[in-house]
């Protein structure tokens, strides 16, 4: 039977050669980048392009490590992810960096920006206003961190005394 458009493999365009943009190393005035991923054969939708899934999923995470290390406690849960504008896409093959800042503490959440550029072509792919954060007791409750700036060492760590002694 003879295939319809619909059900066929899509197929990457190649793009055109280009200069490789130069891209400031880890800064820039919104964020700073952190983590750096491959876009691989799994993480492409339908259209051949990367799956805004597979990216939301490496920011949530990217987002609760940050918010572990600021707030210092590791029952710290998302509560908000504001709107998720989709400016560009990338490619397989194509190495991407995400970049996060702290944009305000409040007494149990934090609340964070994102964003996310395509290392080869330049482009930003998303930008996310809000993220929030909250840090949780025991019972799953909010619960104030006491902390009201960013910390760029892991002093807030918490510690497990029966974890990494001698
Ligand atoms: C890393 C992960 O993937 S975690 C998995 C996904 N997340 C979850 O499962 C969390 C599920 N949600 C929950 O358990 C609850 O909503 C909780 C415990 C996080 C918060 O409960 P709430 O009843 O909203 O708590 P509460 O009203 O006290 O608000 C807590 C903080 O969140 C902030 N907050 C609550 N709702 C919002 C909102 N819509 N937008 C922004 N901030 C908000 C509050 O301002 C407060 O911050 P502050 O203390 O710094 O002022």
Same mark, same amino acid.
């Given at each position: 039977?003879?295939? @319809?458009?619909?059900?066929?493999? =899509?197929? @990457?365009?190649?793009?055109?050669?280009?200069?490789a =943009? !130069?891209?400031?190393h880890? $800064?820039?005035?919104? *964020?700073?980048? &952190? /983590?750096?991923?491959? *876009? %691989? =054969?799994e993480d492409?939708?339908?259209? #051949?392009?990367?799956?805004?899934?597979?990216?939301?999923?490496?920011?949530?995470?990217?987002?609760?490590?940050?918010a572990?290390?600021q707030?210092?406690n590791?029952r710290? *849960?998302? %509560?908000?992810? +504001?709107?998720?504008?989709?400016?560009?896409?990338? $490619?397989?093959?194509d190495?991407?960096?995400?970049?996060?800042?702290a944009?305000s503490?409040?007494? @149990? +959440?934090?609340?964070?920006?994102? %964003? !996310?550029?395509?290392?080869?072509?330049?482009? *930003?792919?998303?930008?996310?206003d809000?993220?929030?954060?909250?840090s949780?007791?025991?019972?799953?409750?909010?619960?104030?961190?006491g902390? /009201?700036?960013?910390?760029?060492? &892991?002093?807030?760590?918490?510690?497990?005394? +029966?974890?990494?002694? #001698?």
């Amino acid at each position: 039977m003879e295939r @319809t458009d619909d059900a066929q493999t =899509p197929t @990457t365009t190649a793009r055109p050669p280009r200069a490789a =943009p !130069v891209l400031s190393h880890r $800064e820039d005035a919104d *964020v700073s980048y &952190r /983590t750096r991923k491959w *876009v %691989k =054969p799994e993480d492409l939708n339908a259209n #051949g392009t990367l799956f805004g899934g597979s990216l939301l999923r490496w920011i949530d995470e990217e987002a609760a490590i940050y918010a572990i290390i600021q707030l210092g406690n590791r029952r710290s *849960v998302t %509560k908000l992810i +504001s709107e998720i504008n989709f400016l560009a896409s990338a $490619e397989q093959g194509d190495m991407i960096e995400m970049g996060l800042r702290a944009v305000s503490f409040g007494r @149990t +959440s934090l609340t964070m920006r994102a %964003k !996310v550029r395509n290392i080869i072509t330049g482009e *930003v792919i998303l930008t996310i206003d809000k993220i929030v954060f909250v840090s949780l007791d025991d019972d799953g409750n909010p619960k104030p961190h006491g902390y /009201t700036d960013i910390t760029y060492d &892991r002093d807030r760590l918490p510690r497990e005394p +029966s974890r990494g002694a #001698g």
